[in-house]
């Protein structure tokens, strides 16, 4: 199987915040893998922008210096490096004053497609807006990109898209979740919406329940401060997990185009039921003598903030009525590991005795990482004489296998959706009444805490989680899946 690569037309993409770490980690090498595969064109032209002074020559060694570390894999190619180099310029920029405005409405190109990414703090955002229109870099066809955390709440994510839409039209703005540019996820629209197999089955007669688990390793780190502000909830479950949620419970939409999805997604999420407070399970990891506690990253002894959540949910539709979906998500876990499981029930009558209906159902897996792919498991029987003994076999599929020396070349998440911004397709990116949804779910469920000051139950580090969260299922003769790498 080969990866095809599709050329987008020229552009300008100017990254605000083009020294920063999201910058320098995923944009930039992203752009050179591109630019690598072939996908971009020759005269694109890249501006990186931020408030320190730096001449080009010294940002494209920052560049370079980036493309080494997070992107070469096989690409260590000196001189598409440098002709990729060629094309970047940088100018030195103050959000909330006029310093470089001038010189970057110089920079941009009346005939090409214009994309503006804040890799910045939302503070920023609609001093960005502002100065974008106040000089003249703001036409119809012109994007602008913007980074979770897109709001606190309900009130700010509302003021934040009043701020964007006093500029910008919505077909102008795409909010970005990087979960959505993954291979897998993508991949589960076709198998749901290309496959008479599974969508007959897609629904509360035969699916008992839904797991979506994303596991980390790494603790808080050098984001105490934010994390400490936002917590499991607001930083993984209101934006990424509800966007997996929403792709896995979504109805069919009439034609695979940016408001037909996200007009699904949006009936989904005002779906949702309010979450009770037995169903819902928060955890904070302690430290051990390898790694610091929750408290000691984020320098508070007295913080209730959660670093771990476990949620049953229910929709109510006709699909899923009845049917839990169970979320959780965690810092300093056991394995790092992203994964959406679609368990299906047992026959409603067995053949081969009692004993058979001890075995779980059919389980549909979507990993999300790491070694992206699906796996579906059956019942099958144990090879050999001696009776009808029932074993379970997955039939197995990695993007690595499936595309062998071309999976290498697959576009990661950023890649992907920032060369979906320049084709102006919005398909896998956030709309605003969506964001919107999302935050009037959550905020009654955040309130709640707050309003307790109940502690989150602690965690050991290399774990699953709190023990606590182990009875959302098992009180239903349930158990969530082991977390593994």
Not at 172 to 195: C, S
Not at 335 to 351: D, G, L, Q
Not at 408 to 435: C, H, P, W
Not at 456 to 481: C, N, V
């Amino acid at each position: 199987m080969v990866s095809r690569v599709i050329p987008v037309d020229p552009f300008d993409l100017v990254i605000f915040g083009g020294t920063g770490d999201l910058a320098r980690r995923k944009i930039l090498p992203g752009l050179y893998r591109r630019f690598w595969a072939g996908q971009m064109p020759e005269d694109a032209r890249i501006v990186g922008c931020s408030r320190h002074d730096m001449s080009d020559k010294d940002y494209r060694e920052e560049v370079r210096a980036a493309i080494q570390e997070f992107a070469l894999e096989g690409k260590d190619d000196t001189d598409k490096i440098d002709a990729f180099l060629e094309i970047i310029s940088f100018v030195a920029v103050d959000a909330t004053g006029d310093k470089g405005w001038t010189e970057l409405a110089k920079k941009v190109r009346e005939d090409v497609v214009h994309a503006f990414y804040f890799s910045v703090g939302p503070s920023l955002f609609g001093d960005l807006a502002e100065r974008l229109h106040k000089y003249k870099m703001a036409g119809k066809e012109t994007r602008i990109v913007v980074e979770k955390p897109f709001g606190h709440d309900l009130k700010s994510a509302k003021a934040l898209n009043a701020t964007l839409r006093k500029y910008f039209a919505e077909e102008q703005i795409y909010r970005i979740d990087h979960y959505l540019g993954k291979e897998t996820v993508q991949n589960l629209m076709a198998v749901r919406f290309g496959n008479v197999l599974f969508e007959p089955l897609w629904n509360a007669l035969y699916v008992d329940h839904i797991q979506i688990t994303v596991a980390e390793t790494v603790g808080v780190g050098g984001r105490g401060s934010y994390y400490d502000k936002s917590g499991a909830m607001r930083d993984m479950v209101q934006n990424h997990l509800m966007q997996l949620l929403c792709l896995i419970a979504m109805e069919p939409p009439h034609h695979f185009e940016p408001d037909a999805v996200r007009d699904e997604k949006l009936k989904v999420i005002r779906a949702l039921d309010p979450v009770q407070p037995e169903d819902i399970v928060r955890g904070q990891y302690e430290g051990d003598d390898k790694v610091a506690s929750y408290f000691d990253d984020v320098e508070d002894n007295g913080s209730i903030t959660e670093s771990f959540i476990a949620m049953k949910l229910h929709i109510s539709n006709w699909r899923w009525k009845g049917t839990p979906i169970y979320v959780r998500t965690g810092k300093r876990m056991k394995a790092r590991a992203s994964e959406i499981a679609v368990v299906f029930k047992h026959p409603p009558h067995s053949i081969f005795g009692e004993k058979s209906n001890d075995r779980r159902g059919n389980v549909l897996v979507i990993r999300l990482q790491p070694n992206e792919g699906m796996n579906l498991r059956v019942t099958i029987k144990e090879p050999g004489p001696g009776g009808m003994r029932l074993i379970e076999v997955p039939l197995d599929m990695s993007f690595a296998e499936a595309l062998g020396p071309d999976a290498g070349d697959v576009a990661d998440a950023y890649e992907r959706l920032i060369m979906d911004v320049i084709r102006g397709n919005q398909t896998l990116f956030m709309r605003g009444d969506e964001v919107e949804a999302a935050w009037a779910w959550a905020d009654p469920i955040i309130g709640t805490w707050e309003e307790s000051g109940e502690r989150p139950k602690p965690y050991a580090p290399g774990t699953t989680g709190p023990e606590e969260s182990l009875m959302l299922l098992y009180r239903e003769g349930r158990r969530w899946r082991d977390v593994k790498a």
